[in-house]
């Protein structure tokens, strides 16, 4: 069954939305915290100062009035018992309201000794002139509630009676007469009713306007307060953005002298995060030197051993094809002595481009055409993997970047070799090239659909010697040095690389900077051709069975 939405009904979609984003306390500025107590608390005490004010005012006027009603109930008594004495009451009630003295709007009334009201009530309506002051006042009768003025106690007190919306409220007494019968005698309330309502209206409008200027300058006030914090939190924003993970780092942001006074709150922040400041620059200089030490003594080491170990592989080939014949366990010994070298010399190899790469030394800037490039490492990457399933898809107009061709070439060799030294046979390795015009940059990747990085590798994949041995299959060893030359020699050409890996899809993404004004497809027209690695530049379109 269906319901019909009310009208009027907010959208449960986003009719409360507004209160949805209204952020809890907790999460508000400092600023805007101070400023909503600061007002918070003068609307609380302005409020109490207009309650108290009101509530004096209408007790004082409540108790000027029951005076005069007093009075007034005196005179009417006076009055009645002077026209009536002992006798029945006369016929003439108005004379209780035309006594001298009386004010305008007074009500007066007659009760009998039974209960009921002998005439009907009267009202003072109108005063004699000044022309003519003996002139007798003017009353006239009303319609009222008699039940009303029937249950009002003879004692004299006044009571507060709401007569009608023809006369409003009114303070009654009633008094008894020497012939036994009461006399009634009412005040209006209007005029106290009136000035309270008046000043209610004042301090109301009062009270906001101060609290609209009290918004206004403690905004001002607190903002003007917060400035220093603000300097303090801009230094640290400064430094959190600084690069502090590597390289050298010139720490010599600090927070103003003036925002750093110990007498003050945000001074002692200031000083505190000026004297952190100190030691991690300290840290830092000491890391630096640390590993400026680390990169040197690395250089220089992998410099020296290049020399030894091509003299200790010369020699293993020379003696390994010596005329005369070696025995059979020598021959194979001179075999791993070469090839341990030559594993070495890899090695050392790798170990020297880090150094040099640290060092910040300039690589060369040409034009380089990617496509060429992928295609030839594929081409390479099939003749040493012929087990695998190579595909590529290249864009067919050139991808040219700037950068150092044989480190590039490196880059994508060493990203190929790792998806076929780490996935096992028949595993389709794809590297494409594209093209992301809008942000200027050129994008390889290779991907394979091999058994994935565990989620917990991923972070330190690029890092030096980092070796995932328990997540892949390996055919052969690894110096774990691949991937942290990828990362190294991207970021020297300005570009970024990363990973995304999941069972059965491992896509490694390298970013580089394009030339500027190049013409190059788009990334969306590159779905392109699979071709075979080997007859690439001959015969686009197929792909390895």
């Known amino acids: 069954m269906t319901t019909a939405r009310t009208a009027g009904a907010p959208d449960s ?142 004692d004299s007190r006044p009571h507060t009676v709401d007569l009608g919306s023809a006369l409003g409220s009114y303070r009654i007494a009633a008094a008894q007469l020497e012939n036994g019968d009461s006399v009634i005698i009412g005040l209006p309330l209007s005029d106290v009713n009136a000035t309270v309502a008046q000043l209610t209206l004042v301090i109301v409008l009062v009270t906001l306007a101060g609290l609209i200027f009290a918004f206004l300058l403690a905004s001002f006030i607190v903002r003007l307060a917060m400035k220093p914090l603000e300097r303090v939190t801009g230094t640290a924003e400064q430094v959190a953005s600084m690069p502090l993970d590597r390289g050298d780092v010139a720490l010599s942001v600090r927070v103003p002298e003036a925002d750093t006074d110990p007498h003050t709150e945000v001074g002692k922040v200031g000083s505190a995060l ?158 494409a090239l594209a093209v992301d015009r809008e942000a200027g940059r050129a994008i390889v990747t290779v991907e394979d659909n091999g058994p994935g990085i565990p989620e917990e590798l991923q972070s330190t994949l690029f890092e030096r010697f980092a070796r995932g041995d328990t997540s892949r299959n390996r055919a052969t060893g690894s110096t774990g040095l691949g991937l942290a030359i990828v990362q190294a020699v991207v970021e020297a050409h300005g570009g970024d690389v990363s990973v995304r890996s999941e069972p059965g899809d491992t896509v490694f993404t390298v970013s580089l900077p394009l030339v500027e004004g190049d013409d190059a497809v788009e990334a969306g027209a590159v779905e392109a051709d699979a071709v075979e690695a080997d007859e690439v530049e001959s015969a686009p379109g197929t792909e390895r069975p």
């Not at 004096?56 to 029951?66: G, I, N």
């Not at 007066?108 to 039974?114: L, N, Y």
């Not at 996935?423 to 794809?430: L, N, Q």
């Open 274 to 431: 000026n004297r952190m400041l100190g030691h991690v620059a300290s840290a830092l200089t000491a890391r630096q030197a640390s590993e400026q030490k680390v990169r040197q003594f690395v250089a220089d080491a992998s410099h020296e051993l290049r020399t030894p170990l091509a003299s200790i592989r010369g020699y293993a080939e020379l003696t390994r094809r010596a005329p005369h014949e070696l025995p059979a366990d020598v021959t194979r010994s001179l075999g791993r002595i070469e090839s341990e070298a030559t594993r070495m010399t890899s090695l050392v190899e790798d170990l020297l481009l880090l150094a040099r790469l640290d060092e910040g030394r300039e690589l060369d800037q040409d034009p380089v055409d990617l496509s060429l490039l992928l295609i030839d490492a594929l081409s390479d990457a099939h003749a040493a993997g012929p087990d695998h399933r190579w595909r590529i898809l290249v864009p067919e107009e050139p991808v040219e970047v700037v950068g150092d061709a044989p480190r590039l070439h490196q880059v994508v060799t060493n990203l190929l070799a790792n998806a076929r030294v780490h996935t096992p046979e028949g595993t389709v390795v794809t590297a």
């Open 13 to 154: 979609g986003g009719g409360h939305s507004w209160f949805h984003r209204i952020r809890p306390f907790r999460s508000w500025t400092l600023r805007s915290r101070v400023v909503l107590v600061v007002v918070a608390m003068l609307a609380v005490l302005g409020a109490v100062i207009g309650t108290v004010s009101v509530l004096s005012l209408q007790s004082y006027l409540m108790t000027r009035l029951d005076a005069q009603l007093s009075s007034a109930l005196e005179r009417g008594q006076h009055a009645a018992d002077r026209i009536n004495g002992t006798g029945p009451t006369s016929v003439d009630t108005a004379g209780v309201v035309q006594a001298p003295g009386q004010p305008t709007g007074t009500l007066g009334a007659v009760r009998s000794a039974s209960g009921g009201l002998l005439f009907p009530p009267v009202i003072l309506a109108d005063r004699p002139t000044d022309s003519a002051p003996n002139q007798p006042l003017a009353p006239k009768p009303v319609t009222i509630n008699g039940l009303a003025l029937l249950t009002i106690p003879s």
